[in-house]
């Protein structure tokens, strides 16, 4: 009856003995069933022990392995977080959900994703990520009644989560989930993602860091299955352990993931295991899957109709109830990145897997044989043209079934969106032009400049660091020459890159981070403008760019940019802090004192920043009361 075994077993033999001569069958006829979904990020199929690795730990994941079905040739839709994430939620190829890259677009109300379906079927839903990548303002939510995740934080780095804060916020939801309660449950860990920032004990344990990262998040796994275990949640479980994309590590020229369609980035650990594939266990599927085959699966195994989800590509990636492994069909896979074009304005590549054979398509056109060519190190378009002329028939054949659907929006053109930019003096259109243009650079003859890009931001960060002191108010002079240094470095390396790079969107939004970092403001506005056209939502944008404006005498604007930044992410600490303090420096202690009274009710029990806003808050109580003023709402 049991799926798989943990260590609490006493614990669960109790509470089956206490069932009576009926106990233990009505018992297991009244638990509800639970799937959780758990997607570690940039996790590579082959730093897993289940997949053949030796330097790693993966313990937990190695387990649920033995225990269920491990899909060896699983494929990601996309090496870009967000995209790949809708899809494997959605069970819908890039090519039709029509989110291509991270932060400027969304899925749509209309879409369905499989939280949305679960729940009309009276399932318990929570989502835990660890990034604001996928925070819910990309629509990812829909349909999860718990979607919790970190704020956005000011400094070069994406905020994230640790594995071990995420598995807390899991834990919290689980408790609230009674015996009988059906549950779908995703947990997102961030961690293996750059930058590798292991917790200690785990960085002393393992030769690379990156192995590290992913230990950690296989043993907060294994915590978090351990508490469901002890919670009595166990029998009925499903888990799906899987990664949206994986990690470059220099075998084809990127330092991390996104621009190329190559398998380092695209094979990633897939292992479903428990209940519902219990008649499987042990079971091994060498065929390619996709990923966006996971909604369709989970419908199949839960007896709900898959016509409820009728966007999904419907490729189960198990055949009958869990039992018979053998796909009725070999269709082939579609894979997608418009990174390279979205982020660099290079051109994007197309894709597909169909049997033993990879086929990508870019400026040019690249063919491998998977089976005897795994690293894709030997491109056999040239040599076989037949078989490309085929695979480029049957990707079009692709992208004509699954092309835009209605639903699909492009954040960066939203009504609101626009008209509040153009409030704000704004008219450039984001993500304009045609992706396909020839002229665009081919990716191979500009990564390795996209390699000093991304050591200019690691200096930044390294800055950043040296200029964060260790306690509040105490600055280390010589470290903050050290952090302006690391900056000047930066700085050179970006103007260098400028020459060959200057439409480059991540690289102007480098150089107006790395202006504003040098006290630079003028220097620094033009480039955050730019870079605010390209991303009209992206907070930390807006926010950089009100602090400039302050600082060149434009106030209005500021005010302006900073409250749209605050109603864009009302968890946003910084521009409360910046109206504040905007107000005070005016005299206006109400207004300050209404923004500082507006953070503090936003502030979650225990954040760090709790103790200095209440202090700044009395201050401006007391200085209320010297001016005869009371709080006073924004205008
Ligand atoms: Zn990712």
């Known amino acids: 009856?049991?799926?798989?075994?943990?260590?609490a077993l006493p614990f669960l033999i109790s509470l089956n003995g206490c069932g009576g001569p009926d106990g233990?069958?009505?018992?297991?006829?009244?638990?509800?069933?639970?799937?959780?979904?758990?997607?570690?990020?940039?996790?590579?199929?082959?730093?897993?022990g289940a997949y053949g690795y030796g330097g790693g730990g993966t313990d937990t994941i190695d387990r649920l392995a033995e225990e269920g079905i491990l899909f060896e040739q699983a494929l990601s839709t996309a090496p870009?977080?967000?995209?790949?994430?809708?899809?494997?939620?959605?069970?819908?190829?890039?090519?039709?959900?029509?989110?291509?890259?991270?932060g400027i677009f969304k899925l749509s109300e209309e879409g369905t994703p499989i939280a949305e379906v679960l729940r009309r079927h009276g399932f318990r839903t929570g989502a835990f990520v660890g990034s604001f990548i996928l925070d819910r303002r990309y629509g990812l939510d829909q349909g999860f009644e718990v979607y919790d995740g970190p704020r956005q934080r000011m400094d070069t780095t994406v905020s994230e989560r640790p594995a071990g804060r995420v598995v807390d916020r899991a834990i919290q939801w689980i408790d609230t989930l009674d015996l009988g309660d059906d549950y779908f449950g995703w947990i997102h860990f961030y961690d293996p993602h750059l930058p590798w920032t292991p917790p200690d004990l785990y960085r002393l344990r393992f030769d690379h860091p990156y192995d590290a990262e992913i230990a950690y998040c296989d043993e907060e796994l294994g915590r978090l299955l351990a508490h469901l275990e002890k919670r009595g949640l166990m029998d009925e479980l499903t888990v799906i352990v899987t990664a949206d994309h994986g990690e470059d590590m220099d075998d084809h020229g990127e330092a991390n993931h996104g621009v190329f369609l190559y398998q380092s980035t695209m094979h990633v650990p897939l292992i479903v295991s428990g209940s519902l594939v219990q008649k499987a266990a042990g079971t091994r599927v060498s065929r390619p899957v996709s990923l966006v085959s996971l909604p369709a699966t989970l419908l199949r195994l839960l007896g709900i109709a898959a016509d409820e989800m009728p966007d999904m590509v419907r490729l189960p990636l198990l055949d009958g109830d869990g039992a018979t492994m053998e796909p009725a069909t070999t269709a082939p896979l579609y894979l997608e990145t418009y990174l390279p074009y979205y982020s660099h304005r290079w051109h994007p590549y197309l894709g597909l897997v169909s049997g033993k054979h990879k086929f990508i398509r870019g400026k040019g056109v690249e063919l491998y044989d998977l089976v005897t060519d795994p690293q894709e190190s030997n491109n056999l378009a040239a040599v076989r043209p037949e078989v490309v002329k085929g695979l480029e028939r049957e990707l079009q054949a692709l992208l004509a079934e699954y092309s835009d659907l209605a639903?699909?929006?492009?954040?960066?053109?939203?009504?609101?969106?626009?008209?509040?930019?153009?409030?704000?003096?704004?008219?450039?259109?984001?993500?304009?032009?045609?992706?396909?243009?020839?002229?665009?650079?081919?990716?191979?003859?500009?990564?390795?400049?996209?390699?000093?890009?991304?050591?200019?931001?690691?200096?930044?960060?390294?800055?950043?660091?040296?200029?964060?002191p260790s306690t509040p108010g105490s600055q280390d002079p010589a470290k903050l020459e050290r952090g302006r240094e690391l900056l000047l470095q930066a700085q050179a390396i970006l103007e260098d890159l400028t020459r060959d790079h200057a439409a480059d969107p991540l690289l102007r939004l480098s150089l107006g981070e790395v202006k504003f970092?040098?006290?630079?403001?003028?220097?620094?506005?033009?480039?955050?403008?730019?870079?605010?056209?390209?991303?009209?939502?992206?907070?930390?944008?807006?926010?950089?760019?009100?602090?400039?404006?302050v600082q060149t005498g434009k106030t209005e604007r500021a005010l302006k940019t900073v409250r749209k930044a605050q109603s864009l992410d009302p968890k946003f600490s910084q521009a409360y802090m910046f109206l504040a303090w905007h107000h005070r420096e005016n005299g206006n202690y109400g207004k300050a004192a209404w923004w500082m009274q507006a953070l503090l009710d936003e502030l979650e029990p225990g954040d760090p920043s709790l103790r200095q806003v209440e202090h700044d808050l009395a201050l401006l109580e007391r200085l209320m009361k010297q001016h005869q003023q009371a709080p006073t709402p924004p205008d």
């Open 1 to 7: 009856m049991r799926a798989f075994t943990l260590a």
């Open 24 to 48: 233990p069958t009505e018992e297991h006829n009244s638990r509800g069933r639970g799937v959780l979904l758990v997607t570690i990020d940039t996790t590579r199929a082959d730093r897993i």
């Open 80 to 102: 870009i977080t967000l995209p790949a994430h809708a899809s494997l939620l959605t069970g819908v190829y890039p090519s039709a959900h029509g989110l291509h890259d991270n």
């Open 407 to 468: 639903w699909v929006v492009d954040r960066a053109l939203e009504e609101g969106d626009r008209q509040a930019l153009e409030a704000l003096g704004y008219t450039g259109g984001a993500a304009g032009g045609d992706p396909f243009n020839r002229s665009l650079p081919d990716p191979h003859e500009r990564v390795a400049g996209q390699k000093e890009l991304n050591r200019a931001r690691s200096l930044m960060i390294q800055a950043n660091l040296m200029a964060t």
């Open 517 to 549: 970092g040098l006290g630079d403001h003028a220097g620094a506005l033009p480039y955050f403008e730019q870079a605010l056209a390209e991303q009209p939502d992206s907070v930390s944008t807006l926010f950089s760019l009100g602090v400039c404006y």
